[in-house]
């Protein structure tokens, strides 16, 4: 799998506010931890069985994570062709692509507040992922701001995931998908990332 990580910190860049409200009526932040069956809140993972999957383990009790937000489609022409590029593949060979992003935040204080802390972690998670047999996915962090006022206000830090996924048709292209961010999950939750 090719796995890259970036900072988008400056003061112009999107700051991740948690709770957030959806402008279109929607559920907005879902709490997964603190009410584990409100999965069916979420539309996203509904559709998806495999970000249903990632949504309940990155949530979980032991992971060192819990989400704010997340989404999938079916990829652009732009962006698969991106994609194709990045991975060295014709548009012959994989014609189709999905992707999704879930934005983590990092249950351990020490860890939320530190940007250095936050870099380590990603350019671990970077070389871990590489070594999953994926060709045709990809792997992309962000790390941004992020303000989460659950239980009083404290800034520090998130990181969206994308996992991104090219196949030879649109099924084969979303179960390559959702085979890759199984994988990227267990990186997340495993002993590896927290050395």
């Known amino acids: 799998m090719l796995a890259e990580w970036s900072a988008e910190c400056s003061a112009e860049d999107a700051v991740l506010v948690v709770p957030w409200k959806d402008a279109e009526g929607g559920a907005g932040f879902v709490d997964l931890r603190a009410n584990p069956y409100d999965l069916d809140a979420i539309p996203e993972a509904a559709q998806h069985a495999p970000l249903l999957h990632a949504l309940r383990a990155l949530n979980g009790a032991r992971s060192p994570v819990f989400t704010a937000k997340c989404d999938a489609w079916a990829m652009g022409a732009e962006e698969l062709q991106q994609l194709q590029t990045e991975l060295e593949l014709s548009a012959a060979d994989a014609p ?73 048709d649109a099924h084969g292209a979303w179960e390559e998908w959702g ?13 590896e990332l927290a050395r």
């Not at 962000?142 to 990181?159: F, H, K, N, T």
């Not at 085979?179 to 002993?191: D, P, T």
């Open 96 to 168: 189709n692509g999905f992707a999704s992003y879930i934005d983590l935040v990092w249950r351990d204080r020490a860890m939320f507040i530190s940007a250095p802390q936050h870099e380590r972690t990603l350019r671990r998670l970077a070389r871990l992922a590489e070594a999953i047999a994926r060709s045709r996915a990809m792997l992309d962090c962000v790390l941004r701001p992020a303000v989460i006022d659950l239980e009083g206000a404290q800034e520090g830090y998130a990181v969206s995931v994308y996992v991104k996924a090219l196949g030879h």
């Open 179 to 191: 085979a890759a961010l199984e994988a990227v999950v267990g990186v997340v939750r495993g002993k």
